[in-house]
C-alpha cells in the first residue's frame, strides 16, 4: 500500500479546521418520541426501536416526511433516552471554552466533554430534529427489548441493517432520504451498512469506529485484550433490561422472553469462531473477515471521526484511504482524546464546530442538497499532539513527511533514571553486540494502555494518568533521544524492527511512543505490540514509502505461525499506530519496551506457547530500528 493522497483533480480546497457551517434556525420547538416502534425481519425476529420526530409539541409528531438518521446499538436504546434527558444538564456544567490549553488531553478536558455535542450526537440529536429530520434509534437483534439472539456484526445482523432501512423508506414519516450515525458499534454497524449499498443512504456519520475490530480490539498484536470479556458480559446484562410499553403492545414480550431464556450468556457463537480449527488461543479468520465493513464498496458520503488514544486508533486513515470517494465525500477528523471524550473542546474559537452542528451541516449537504461548503472541510483534519494544534491537509501522512529512521542502541540517555534500563535512541547503529533483558511487567494504573482501555476514565484519578507513562516505564527497556534541536512533526504509522531473543517459545513486546518533556515527564503519542509467534506479515497489504516499512500488517492467522525457538535470536516489525504530533526543541522521543501491557492484554492463552524470559539484541549486523514520518530537522 502506498502513501494516501488527494487527487489534484478532486476540487477541495481545504477550509480552516474552526470553519463554521450555517445549520439556519430550528424549524421545530419540540420533539416527539414514540418508544413503541416495532420492525418486523424476515425470519420473524422483532426488533424494537424508538421514533424521534419533529413536533408540535412532545404529543402531537409533525405529519411531513423527512430524511431518516437510524442508529443501530447493541447498549439498549434506554441508554439512549437517558443520556439525553442529561445532555442539557452536562452541557450546561461544562461551558465552552473552560477546557485546557490541550497540550496534554487531562481530566479536565474529560469533564468538559459533553459541551462538544457528543452526548447530542450519541442520544438524541435535538439540532438535528429541530432542523427537520427524523431519529430512528434501533436494538440490533438480541439486544435491548428487540428479540432473537445477538450474534455481533453477523450476516444475518447485517441482513437486519438492510430490512431495517428498506422498512424505513416504506414509512409515511420517511422522505425517501436515508442518513446513517452511530458512535463505537453503532459506528461500525453504519459502516458495515453503507458497504452492502442500502437503495436511498446519502451519508454516515461514524464515530471512533475501527476498520476491523476483531483485530484492533479483540486481539491487539495477537494477544486478547483483556476488556473484552467486560464488554461482552456489559452487552448481555444489559439485555435484559427492556422497554416493557411497547413490547405489551406489540405482542413481542412472549418472543423476548423466550429468546432471552434460550440465549442467557449470548457468547457461544463468538466462542465456537475464537476456537476455529481447534486453536482455543484465537486467531483471525474467514468467519472473523465476514464481520467486516466493504469500504470499497461504499457510495455515499463518509464522515469518519476519531481519536489519537481510541481504542480503535489504528484505523482511522485507513478507512479514509479505502473510501472510492472524492469531491469532498469523504472528511476524517482525528482528535486528541479517548473512546468515550469525543468532541472535547469542540465549538469553542479554535476548534471545529460542535459535533451536533456538524453532523447537521454534513447530512444538510448530503440528505438535503444544501450548498454549505463542509464537502470543502480538509479532507484530513486533525489535532496534533503536544499543543500543535488543529490543521487541515490534504492528505495522511502529511505530504511534506520524510521516512526518518533511529537506530536502538546501549548507550545511557541520562534521562529515565526511573525506567528499568535507560537506553537511546541514534542517528547510527551500535557498534557491539549488547543483551537487553525485559523485567516482567507489573500493573500501573497510571499508564496511557490502562487510560485508553478504560476509554479515558482513569484520567479522572491522577494529574498523571495517561498522560505520564514514567511510572509504566519502571518496567520496561526505554530508548531516547538526546534533546532535539529544532521542533519535529510526526506524522504517520510507524515500524519498530527488533533483534529479540526469547527463553521459551514464544515472547510478547509493548511498545509506547512518548513525547519526554524538559523536565521530565513521558506523554504518550502512540502505541503497538505483538506476539512473536504471530509476527508474519502480508507484504501486500502492509505500507511501504520509499523502499521503507512503515506499517506492518501482521496476519494473526493459524496458518501463519512462525515457530520461536528458545535461544535463537529472530527478527520482528511491530506495526505501532499512527499519530500526528509536534515535539518541541528541547523534547526528546522516546520509545519504551516492555514484556506486556497490565490492564490491557490477556496473555494466559499465550502462556501454553511458554513465555519464559524475553530479551532486545542490540547487533550492527541485525540492527533494530525505529521507522517514522516526520517534518522538520532532528
Known amino acids: 500500500m502506498s502513501r494516501s493522497a488527494v487527487s489534484a ?26 418508544t413503541t416502534v416495532t420492525i418486523p425481519m424476515s425470519d420473524g425476529v422483532v426488533l424494537c426501536a424508538d421514533l424521534v ?21 447493541p447498549y439498549n436504546r434506554m441508554g439512549n433516552r437517558f443520556a439525553g434527558r442529561i445532555a ?23 469533564t468538559h466533554t459533553p459541551a462538544g455535542g457528543a452526548i447530542d450526537v450519541w442520544a438524541t440529536n435535538r439540532t438535528l430534529v429541530s432542523r427537520g429530520y427524523i431519529q430512528l434509534i434501533v436494538d440490533v437483534r438480541g439486544t435491548g427489548s428487540s428479540t432473537g439472539g445477538w450474534d455481533f456484526f453477523s450476516p444475518r445482523e447485517q441482513r437486519d441493517y438492510i430490512e431495517t432501512l428498506e422498512w424505513v423508506r416504506q414509512q409515511p414519516w420517511c422522505d425517501g432520504h436515508l442518513a446513517l450515525t452511530g458512535i463505537s458499534y453503532g459506528g461500525i454497524a453504519a459502516l458495515i451498512a453503507a458497504g452492502l449499498r442500502p437503495e436511498g443512504l446519502d451519508a454516515i456519520f461514524a464515530i471512533v469506529a475501527g476498520e476491523d475490530a476483531p483485530r484492533e480490539l479483540g486481539l491487539t498484536g495477537g494477544a486478547i485484550t483483556l476488556g473484552m470479556g467486560a464488554w461482552l458480559a456489559a452487552v448481555n446484562a444489559a439485555k435484559f433490561l427492556p422497554s416493557p410499553r411497547g413490547m405489551i403492545r406489540n405482542r413481542v414480550l412472549g418472543a423476548y422472553l423466550r429468546d432471552r431464556v434460550r440465549e442467557p450468556g449470548g457468547l457461544g457463537h463468538a466462542a465456537r469462531i475464537a476456537r476455529e480449527e481447534d486453536h482455543p488461543d484465537g486467531y483471525l479468520n474467514e468467519h472473523w473477515d465476514e464481520r467486516l465493513a466493504r469500504f470499497e464498496e461504499i457510495t455515499c458520503a463518509t464522515w469518519i471521526h476519531g481519536a489519537w488514544h481510541d481504542v480503535y486508533n489504528r484505523s482511522n486513515f485507513r478507512m479514509f484511504d ?23 473542546g469542540f465549538g469553542e ?17 448530503w440528505c438535503k ?25 490534504p492528505a495522511f501522512p502529511d505530504p511534506a513527511a520524510q521516512v526518518r529512521r533511529l537506530y536502538l542502541t546501549p548507550e545511557v540517555s541520562g534521562s529515565a533514571a ?26 500501573s494504573w497510571t499508564s496511557n494502555n490502562v487510560a485508553l482501555m478504560s476509554m479515558g476514565v482513569t484520567t479522572l484519578l491522577s494529574a498523571r494518568a495517561g498522560s505520564d507513562d514514567r511510572g509504566a516505564e519502571a518496567d520496561a527497556v526505554t530508548f531516547t533521544t538526546a534533546p532535539l534541536d529544532a521542533d519535529l512533526t510526526l506524522s504517520g504509522p510507524l515500524n519498530l524492527r527488533l533483534r529479540v531473543e526469547a527463553g521459551g517459545t514464544d515472547a510478547f513486546w509493548s511498545v509506547t511512543v512518548t513525547d519526554v518533556e524538559p523536565d521530565g515527564a513521558s506523554a504518550t503519542l502512540t502505541r503497538g505490540c505483538l506476539l512473536s509467534s504471530l509476527r508474519a506479515i502480508d507484504t501486500e497489504r502492509s505500507t511501504y514509502i520509499d523502499g521503507e516499512l512503515i506499517f506492518p500488517l501482521h496476519t494473526l492467522r493459524a496458518d501463519t505461525v512462525l ?3 528458545p535461544g535463537e535470536p529472530f527478527d520482528l516489525d511491530i506495526e505501532i499506530n499512527p499519530t500526528s504530533a509536534v515535539l518541541r526543541a528541547g523534547h526528546r522521543l522516546r520509545v519504551a519496551i516492555a514484556a506486556n501491557a497490565p490492564g490491557r492484554h490477556w496473555l494466559r492463552p499465550a502462556l501454553k506457547r511458554k513465555i519464559n524470559g524475553q530479551s532486545i539484541i542490540l547487533d550492527a549486523d541485525h540492527p533494530s530500528h525505529l521507522t517514522f514520518l516526520a517534518v522538520g530537522d532532528r
Do not use: M
Not at 409539541?57 to 423527512?66: C, E, H, I, K, L
Open 9 to 34: 483533480s478532486s476540487g477541495v480546497v481545504p477550509l480552516p479546521p474552526d470553519a463554521r457551517f450555517d445549520i439556519g434556525p430550528a424549524r421545530f420547538a419540540a420533539v416527539h418520541t414514540d
Open 53 to 73: 420526530r419533529p413536533g408540535y409539541d412532545r404529543s402531537t409528531p409533525v405529519p411531513q416526511a423527512f430524511p431518516v438518521v437510524v442508529n443501530f446499538t
Open 88 to 110: 442539557g444538564w452536562a452541557q450546561r456544567r461544562s461551558e465552552r471554552g473552560a477546557g485546557s490549553d490541550r497540550r496534554r488531553f487531562t481530566r479536565r478536558d474529560l
Open 322 to 344: 479505502r473510501l472510492a470517494l472524492s469531491d469532498g465525500r469523504k472528511q476524517v477528523v482525528v482528535d486528541d482524546g479517548y473512546h468515550l471524550t469525543v468532541g472535547s
Open 349 to 365: 474559537p479554535d476548534s471545529p464546530q460542535s459535533l451536533d452542528e456538524l453532523q447537521c451541516a454534513w447530512f444538510d449537504r
Open 369 to 393: 442538497g444544501i450548498e454549505n461548503g463542509i464537502d470543502g472541510y480538509g479532507p484530513v483534519t486533525v489535532r496534533r499532539q503536544g499543543g500543535g494544534g488543529w490543521v487541515a491537509q
Open 418 to 443: 526511573h525506567a528499568n534500563t535507560d537506553a537511546a535512541l541514534r542517528d547510527t547503529p551500535p557498534e557491539d553486540l549488547t543483551r537487553l533483558p525485559l523485567p516482567t511487567a507489573k500493573a
Open 563 to 565: 515457530p520461536v525457538i
